[in-house]
C-alpha cells in the first residue's frame, strides 16, 4: 500500500485532483490517501497557507499529489520543495492529438535545478534600486546533472543537452557547465552537448525534435518549460514532478484558474498525468503507461474532452471516459 499525501490546493486544483484520485483507484494498485490543506483559502482559514501538519503530512508519505494554488503560490509549493528538498524539477514536453501542438512528433524533458539561483530570494532595495542575487553552488550543479544523466539513461534517451548563459554570466554558469561536462564523463554511452539559453529558445521553436533530456539552472528552467507547454498545446496538458532524496511531489503546472473553478469544465490530464508520473516514480511502470495510453485513446477518439480541448464534457467525465479504459 502506498501513502499518498493528497492537497488539492485552490480553484480547479480541487476538482482535477478528484478527477486524478478515480484514475488511481482503477489502476488495481492499493493506496491510502490522507489529505492536507494549503493554499489561499487555508490561509483565509487558519491564517497560514501552509500549515506545518501539512508540512509533517507530506514528510511522511510516499509521495505528494498537489493541485493547485492561487496568490499562495509561493508561499505554499515553493516551501515545500525546500523543505522537501525536492532538487530536481521534471517537465516533460510532449505533443498528443487533437491538440494545439505546433508539431505531432515531440517528447523530451527538461530537468530543471529546484533550489537555487535566482529564486533563492535574495533580494535587497539599493540607493539605485534593488538587488537580486543568483546562487550557482558546484553541489547543486553536480546533483542535477547527475539525475539528468541518470533520468536519460533509465528512460532510454541517448543525448542530455545542458543549458546556460556562460558567456555572459562567466563565473555562475560557467561552473554550471564545468559541473555538467564533468558529471558527463561518467556516461560514455549518453551524448552530452551544451548551448546557450537564448539558443535554446529559439531551437524549441524550430527544431524542437533534436532534444531528448535538457537540464539547466532554475530560471531558465522554469522559462524554457513554459515555452515548451506552448509549443504542445499550453499548460492543461503539462504535468511536472519534483524530487529528491527522500521525497517527491507531483503537480499540474496550471494555476488553479478562479475564473472557471466549480464549473466543471477545467481539463484534468495535466493533473492525471501528474498522477502518471507518480507511478512511474514508484516504479509502477505498467500501470502508468496504461494510463498514458488510456488518455492517447480518448483524445484520438475525440471522447468526452472538455471545452479547451474542442469537447463540451465535464472534467469528471473526462476522468471517467479515461479511468473505462483502465
Not at 521534471?90 to 505546433?102: A, D, E, F, G, W
Not at 528512460?155 to 555572459?168: F, I, Q, S
Amino acid at each position: 500500500m502506498y501513502k499518498i499525501a493528497v492537497i488539492p490546493g485552490d480553484g480547479i486544483g480541487k476538482e482535477v485532483m478528484d478527477a486524478a484520485i478515480h484514475v488511481l483507484d482503477n489502476t488495481g494498485l492499493n493506496f491510502k490517501y490522507e489529505y492536507g490543506e494549503a493554499g489561499d483559502e487555508c490561509l483565509d482559514n487558519c491564517g497560514i497557507a501552509l500549515p506545518e501538519e501539512t508540512i509533517k503530512l507530506a514528510k511522511k508519505s510516499d509521495s505528494v499529489l498537489f493541485g493547485a494554488a492561487g496568490e499562495s503560490a509561493a508561499d505554499v509549493i515553493v516551501k515545500l520543495r525546500q523543505v522537501l528538498d525536492l532538487y530536481a524539477n521534471l517537465r516533460p514536453v510532449k505533443s498528443y492529438p487533437q491538440t494545439k501542438s505546433l508539431f505531432n512528433d515531440i517528447d523530451f524533458m527538461i530537468v530543471r535545478e529546484n533550489t537555487e539561483g535566482m529564486y533563492v530570494g535574495l533580494e535587497s532595495e539599493s540607493d539605485e534600486g534593488a538587488i537580486a542575487e543568483r546562487i550557482i553552488t558546484a553541489k547543486a550543479s553536480k546533483r542535477i546533472c547527475d539525475y539528468a544523466f541518470k533520468y536519460a539513461q533509465k528512460t532510454g534517451r541517448t543525448k542530455v543537452t545542458g543549458v546556460h548563459k556562460a558567456n555572459v554570466l562567466k563565473i555562475t554558469d560557467g561552473l554550471f557547465k564545468e559541473k555538467f561536462y564533468e558529471i558527463s564523463e561518467k556516461y560514455g554511452d549518453i551524448e552530452a552537448e551544451d548551448y546557450y539559453v537564448d539558443a535554446t529558445a529559439m531551437y524549441l521553436l524550430t527544431r524542437p525534435q533534436s532534444f531528448e533530456v535538457i537540464v539547466t539552472t532554475n530560471l531558465f528552467g522554469d522559462i524554457l518549460s513554459d515555452e515548451g507547454a506552448g509549443i504542445v498545446g499550453g499548460l492543461g496538458l503539462i504535468p511536472s514532478a519534483n524530487i529528491g532524496d527522500n521525497g517527491a511531489l507531483f503537480e499540474p503546472v496550471h494555476g488553479s484558474a478562479p475564473d472557471i473553478a466549480g464549473k466543471q469544465i477545467a481539463n484534468p490530464i495535466a493533473m492525471i498525468l501528474s498522477a502518471k508520473m507518480m507511478l512511474e516514480h514508484l516504479n509502477e511502470l505498467e500501470e502508468a503507461k496504461k494510463i498514458d495510453e488510456a488518455i492517447l485513446t480518448v483524445l484520438k477518439n475525440k471522447e468526452s474532452l472538455t471545452p479547451d480541448l474542442g469537447g463540451n464534457s465535464t472534467t469528471n467525465d473526462l476522468a471517467k471516459a479515461i479511468a473505462k479504459l483502465l
